[in-house]
C-alpha cells in the first residue's frame, strides 16, 4: 500500500469517519510544504481552515461525499499559493475518505489565454466587418445596378452578416466559458409577437427564396432583454432554415401562457438523430442532417441560445420525430 501511494503521481490524504488525517504520501507533502509528522492524526480542518469555510467546494463536496458515501470531483482555485487544484475524493469501507489532488494550474490558466485570445481577437474582428456590411448595404440601395451587381453586393452582405454572427457566438462562448455567463439587460418592456415577425423578416431578406409562416396569439408582453430575445429567435429560426429544403415549411408561433410566453420553432424534414438530442445544446455540436448549403457553422448557435434563455429565468427543449418533425419550444417567465 505505501509502495502504491508514492509511486502514483497525485498528493494523497486519507481519513478516518472522524476527519482525522490517517495517510499522506510523498507528493502531499511537496505539494503542501508540511511533512507528514505535522499532518497524521489531526483534523483535517485543523490542518487547512480552508477545507472548513462554507460555501467553498472543500466544504461542501467533502460533506456531500462524507455524508452520501458517493465519489465527488471538483476544481477548485487556491489563492493562497494561486493555483488550480483538481480534487477527487472516494468513500472508504471504513467510513472515511480517499483525497486526491492534482495542480492542474497550467492547463487551466492556458485554456484560459485561449479563450481571451478568442475574445480579443473576435471584438477586433467585428470593426473592419460592420464597415464591410454598411458598404454593401448602401450599395445595394444604389440606383441602376445591373443583376450581376446587385447579386454581387447580396453576397458581400450575407458573408459578412454570417462572419459577424460567429464572431458574436465566440465572444458569448467565451463569456459563458470564463465563467461570467451571458448578460442580459432584464427590465425591457417587450412584445414577443412583433419582435419575433421583424426578425423574421430580416432573416427572410438574406434568403429570399425561403418562406417562414408566423402565428400568434394572446398577451406576448414580458420584462426582457429585447436584443439577447431577438438573438434566441434569429439562432432557432436559422437553425430551422438551415436543416431544411425549400419546399420544407418553417412555422413559427408566440402565444401568452399565463405568467409565461412561449416561443415554438418548428420545421419538417429528417429528424435529429436520437442519440443527438441529449448533446444538441452543448458546444460544438453540427446537426448530421444539416444541409450543405446551409452555411457554415461553428456550433455555438443552440448552445448560446440555451444560455440567454436560463438567462431570463425561462427554459428550452425539443422534440424531433420523422412523423412531427423538429420543434423547439422557449418559455420565458413574464418577468424575466
Not at 465572444?171 to 442580459?184: E, H, K, Q
Not at 409577437?193 to 427564396?209: M, W
Not at 450543405?292 to 427543449?317: C, E, K
Request: hydrophobic share 35%.
Amino acid at each position: 500500500m505505501a509502495e502504491a501511494l508514492e509511486s502514483m503521481g497525485d498528493a494523497f490524504i486519507g481519513l478516518d469517519k472522524d476527519w482525522r488525517i490517517t495517510l499522506v504520501n510523498a507528493s502531499l507533502e511537496r505539494l503542501s510544504r508540511k511533512a507528514s509528522s505535522e499532518l497524521l492524526g489531526r483534523v483535517l480542518w485543523d490542518v487547512w481552515p480552508r477545507a472548513r469555510e462554507p460555501g467553498t467546494n472543500y466544504w461542501t463536496e467533502y460533506h456531500r461525499c462524507m455524508e452520501e458515501r458517493v465519489p465527488v470531483r471538483f476544481v477548485e482555485h487556491d489563492a493562497l499559493q494561486d493555483i488550480w487544484m483538481e480534487v477527487r475524493a472516494y468513500p472508504t469501507r471504513s467510513g472515511g475518505l480517499s483525497l486526491f489532488f492534482r495542480d492542474v494550474s497550467e492547463q487551466k490558466r492556458g485554456v484560459e489565454f485561449e479563450q481571451q485570445l478568442i475574445g480579443i481577437v473576435s471584438h477586433d474582428l467585428r470593426n473592419p466587418l460592420q464597415a464591410i456590411r454598411l458598404s454593401a448595404t448602401h450599395g445595394l440601395k444604389t440606383g441602376g445596378l445591373e443583376p450581376r451587381q446587385r447579386r454581387s453586393f447580396e453576397r458581400i452582405l450575407n458573408s459578412s452578416d454570417r462572419a459577424l454572427r460567429m464572431i458574436n457566438d465566440l465572444l458569448d462562448f467565451t463569456r459563458v466559458r470564463l465563467g461570467g455567463g451571458i448578460t442580459v439587460e432584464r427590465g425591457q418592456a417587450v412584445d414577443l409577437h412583433p419582435l419575433v415577425a421583424q426578425v423574421v423578416d430580416e432573416v427572410l431578406v438574406a434568403r429570399p427564396g425561403r418562406h417562414v409562416t408566423m402565428e400568434r396569439s394572446g398577451d406576448g408582453r414580458g420584462s426582457w432583454d429585447a436584443d439577447r430575445l431577438s438573438q434566441v429567435v434569429q439562432n432557432l429560426v436559422l437553425n430551422a432554415l438551415q436543416h431544411t429544403t425549400e419546399d420544407v415549411p418553417v412555422r413559427v408561433r408566440t402565444w401568452g401562457e399565463g405568467e409565461e410566453v412561449v416561443l415554438e420553432v418548428h420545421n419538417g424534414g429528417s429528424p435529429i438523430p436520437a442519440e443527438d438530442l441529449p448533446r444538441l445544446f452543448q458546444p460544438f455540436q453540427r446537426g448530421r442532417n444539416a444541409r450543405p448549403d446551409g452555411g457554415r457553422s461553428m456550433g455555438l448557435g443552440l448552445h448560446i441560445t440555451y444560455h440567454l434563455v436560463q438567462a431570463h429565468g425561462g427554459g428550452i427543449r425539443v422534440r424531433s420525430s420523422a412523423d412531427e418533425g423538429t420543434t423547439f419550444t422557449v418559455r420565458l417567465p413574464r418577468d424575466g
